[in-house]
């Protein structure tokens, strides 16, 4: 079939003609971008990228300011199993670090700046890297970018995948996306679970929702450690959100109210302020009434940073102009979600349980173990990127696939999905319910946990679901955001009753899950996952072993 680079399916029919593929890759961030863009190389092969929006200007990968860790892999991996308490696959954590510096060489190569932030660290520039990519994608004949293209649903036909569901946004129209391989590369769950998170930096929602997970779940791949939610300190002020890029400005020190000194030696904690026994510091103090908490920087010196990076410059002047420089300001801060470990369950390769489905990204689970460190999130994306669109290619010139052969009920998904723009009695916005759903999760499904709370988490999670029946939307199909929102929190709610039943069901403590109930590890068995399957039309639950084959817990 003959490659055309455009934005959108060609037909006017009311069905679109299904596209053809060797590899679909569902998500534009950076292990999309990258992903696409390593298995374009195999010049025979049909690559389709679908997004939602357009590549660099949508998603969490433009709004991250690209710290990567970069020392040896023996350091990298000692610091990611340790902090993440054994739960990391270390295969897959082994892989990583020592794929990381052949990654950034190869960015390198490309033309992408990689700047040095002190002796340990990088940043690589997430919108000029997409933009960069971007244009190489759009330039090769064997690529076809689907951007404001919305999958909603993977088809499997027997063991493997074979397409995907899609709906056009700017023309509201259905089609078939067909193909050998996919990659799932649609980021993470933290932004929109939650009422405050670190995912929308500049105030806009970065729709970091869980539906890759969820699509992944529903057709029969396996997810692993959703409980393992990470928490970090916000800026309670949604203006003060840019901070962010003022990494020092996380150092404290941390006062109450009171002005006293909650924390004032972050180095004293592995991870810093990604540690989940600082952050339980904080919500204990928090809940002891002394709040609110404040950073406050006034008067602290610290050592002038060289900012090669325009974008860090700008950033900066960005937010003295506000009147919120910390280090003239002091800054109330919250705690909000961050990162979720857990993700679609795969290996080193990238394969997930299901033939010709990769992942790669924050989709992933297993990788971090139940702490992610600062700076692994931009190493996964892009050691991972690069191996999912190597493996899916791989596996597409290996198993051709014929056209027809994604059986799929169209009919039935758009009856589903047109239900939403139905008008009727007592109906409730998606915005509604994803409010409803958020303080849940915060009030039982936070910091610290318990038995009795995550059992009234999972039964108001099912009054939610239930409620989805009536969610609707106004009745327009071209670019209706609101008829998104619904679309994708169907998928969400998903995402939420797995966390919550998958907490219940882990009964110890480790990392960012921390239950009140049973404070310390299960050291009656090995490091277990939490595994959660879609089977028989319900969520089942079990245990499989972590892979440990380098380093045991003591």
């Known amino acids: 079939m003959a490659a055309t680079n455009t934005s959108h399916?060609?037909?006017?029919?009311?069905?679109?003609?299904?596209?053809?593929?060797?590899?679909?890759?569902?998500?534009?961030?950076?292990?999309?971008?990258?992903?696409?863009?390593?298995?374009?190389?195999?010049?025979?092969?049909?690559i389709i990228v679908a997004c939602k929006g357009p590549i660099g200007q949508s998603g969490l990968t433009p709004t991250g300011n690209g710290g990567t860790i970069f020392s040896s892999a023996e350091e990298m991996f000692e610091q990611m199993i340790t902090a993440g308490d054994f739960l990391n696959d270390q295969p897959v954590a082994w892989f990583l670090v020592n794929e990381l510096h052949n990654a950034v060489e190869q960015l390198k190569e490309f033309g992408i700046s990689v700047w040095p932030l002190g002796p340990k660290a990088v940043s690589i520039h997430g919108v000029e890297t997409l933009a960069l990519l971007r244009r190489e994608l759009v330039k090769r004949p064997?690529?076809?970018?689907l951007e404001d293209v919305l999958i909603t649903r993977l088809i499997r036909t027997g063991e493997k995948v074979s397409g995907a569901f899609a709906l056009n946004l700017s023309t509201g129209k259905f089609f078939v996306i067909e193909a050998t391989a996919i990659i799932i590369t649609t980021g993470g769950t933290a932004g929109e679970l939650y009422p405050r998170t670190s995912n929308n930096p500049f105030g806009v929602p970065t729709d970091a929702s869980g539906t890759g997970h969820a699509m992944?779940?529903?057709?029969?791949?396996?997810?692993?450690?959703?409980?393992l939610m990470q928490f970090v300190p916000v800026p309670a002020n949604p203006q003060c959100l840019n901070l962010r890029f003022f990494p020092e400005f996380w150092k404290g020190p941390y006062l109450n109210r009171h002005g006293d000194i909650v924390e004032?030696?972050?180095?004293?904690?592995?991870?810093?302020?990604?540690?989940?026994?600082?952050?339980?510091?904080?919500?204990?103090?928090?809940?002891?009434?002394?709040?609110?908490?404040?950073?406050?920087?006034?008067?602290?010196?610290?050592?002038?940073?060289?900012?090669?990076?325009?974008?860090?410059?700008?950033?900066?002047?960005?937010?003295?102009s506000l009147g919120i420089d910390p280090r003239e300001n002091r800054v109330e801060i919250a705690l909000g979600s961050h990162f979720c470990m857990g993700g679609i369950r795969i290996n080193e390769k990238t394969e997930t349980t299901i033939p010709g489905l990769y992942a790669a990204g924050e989709v992933m689970g297993g990788v971090h173990g139940a702490v992610r460190l600062a700076g692994y999130s931009f190493a996964q994306m892009i050691v991972f990127?690069?191996?999912?669109?190597?493996?899916?290619a791989n596996f597409a010139e290996e198993n051709l696939q014929a056209p027809g052969s994604a059986s799929v009920d169209l009919a039935h998904e758009e009856e589903r999905l047109l239900r939403f723009l139905e008008t009727r009695k007592?109906?409730?916005?998606?915005?509604?319910?994803?409010?409803?759903l958020q303080q849940v999760m915060n009030d039982y499904l936070f910091v610290v946990r318990d038995k009795s709370g995550i059992e009234k988490a999972i039964q108001e999670i099912g009054a939610v679901k239930e409620a989805t029946s009536r969610?609707?939307?106004?009745?327009?199909?071209?670019?209706?955001?609101?008829?998104?929102?619904?679309?994708?929190?169907?998928?969400?709610?998903?995402?939420?009753?797995?966390?919550?039943?998958?907490?219940?069901?882990?009964?110890?403590?480790?990392?960012?899950?921390?239950?009140?109930?049973?404070?310390?590890?299960?050291?009656?068995?090995?490091p277990q996952h939490t595994r959660a399957i879609f089977q028989d039309g319900r969520l089942t639950l079990d245990k499989v072993p972590v892979a440990i084959d380098r380093m045991k817990p003591a």
């Not at 064997?142 to 970018?145: E, Q, S, Y």
């Not at 057709?219 to 959703?226: I, Q, R, T």
């Not at 990127?385 to 899916?392: D, R, T």
Request: hydrophobic share 40%; with cysteine; net charge positive.
């Open 264 to 320: 004032s030696d972050l180095g004293a904690y592995l991870g810093e302020s990604y540690s989940p026994l600082f952050v339980r510091k904080l919500f204990d103090e928090l809940q002891k009434g002394n709040g609110p908490i404040y950073v406050d920087r006034r008067g602290v010196t610290s050592p002038d940073q060289t900012l090669p990076i325009k974008s860090m410059k700008l950033r900066r002047k960005f937010i003295k």
């Open 385 to 392: 990127g690069f191996q999912a669109g190597k493996e899916a």
């Open 471 to 526: 969610m609707s939307v106004p009745a327009f199909r071209r670019f209706n955001l609101e008829w998104v929102r619904a679309i994708e929190f169907s998928l969400m709610i998903e995402c939420a009753d797995i966390i919550a039943e998958s907490a219940l069901f882990r009964k110890e403590s480790r990392g960012c899950h921390y239950r009140a109930d049973f404070p310390q590890w299960d050291t009656e068995q090995p």
């Open 216 to 227: 992944a779940y529903l057709a029969g791949a396996e997810l692993v450690d959703m409980e």
């Open 142 to 145: 064997n690529v076809d970018l």
């Open 9 to 46: 399916p060609k037909s006017d029919t009311r069905h679109s003609a299904p596209y053809q593929c060797d590899v679909l890759v569902i998500g534009g961030g950076g292990a999309g971008a990258i992903a696409a863009f390593e298995a374009s190389r195999h010049q025979a092969l049909k």
């Open 426 to 436: 007592g109906a409730i916005s998606a915005s509604a319910l994803r409010k409803r």
